[in-house]
């Protein structure tokens, strides 16, 4: 089992940047690709960001290609999501996924964490 802790969410101005973490502990983090997904009030969960097991691949959703960026510390067991220029669109709760899988499709990762909730004010 791998359990994974995001942090680093909060209340930010459009324009504004904020960096969260996922923490992971259990299995060997290197051995999984991860992912970042979101969720907006009364939308469907969508694809962010995925990262290899390497961090020799990136993926992004059109949406935030170019403003935010994915990595890994394989030595910490944590990936990060860095955003920058957020809108208000970017509203929603970030959870941090983890699996064999690497890809845009949620449902085939294995692990996910409890989320950590951004609110872009306008």
């Known amino acids: 089992q791998v359990q994974l802790v995001e942090s680093g969410g909060g209340l930010v101005q459009a324009g504004g940047s904020l960096r969260l973490s996922c923490a992971a502990s259990?299995?060997?983090?290197?051995?999984?690709?991860m992912g970042w997904f979101r969720q907006a009030p009364g939308k469907e969960r969508e694809f962010v960001a995925a990262?290899?097991?390497?961090?020799?691949?990136?993926y992004y959703a059109d949406s935030v290609k170019g403003r935010f960026t994915i990595s890994r510390d394989n030595a910490k067991n944590t990936v990060y999501l860095q955003m920058n220029s957020l809108k208000s669109e970017d509203t929603a709760d970030y959870y941090c996924?983890?699996?064999?899988?690497?890809?845009?499709?949620?449902?085939?990762?294995?692990?996910w964490g409890q989320g950590t909730q951004v609110t872009v004010s306008s």
């Open positions: 996924s983890g699996g064999q899988y690497y890809g845009t499709d949620g449902r085939r990762y294995d692990y």
């Open positions: 259990g299995r060997i983090f290197r051995w999984y690709a």
């Open positions: 990262i290899s097991l390497s961090a020799g691949s990136t």
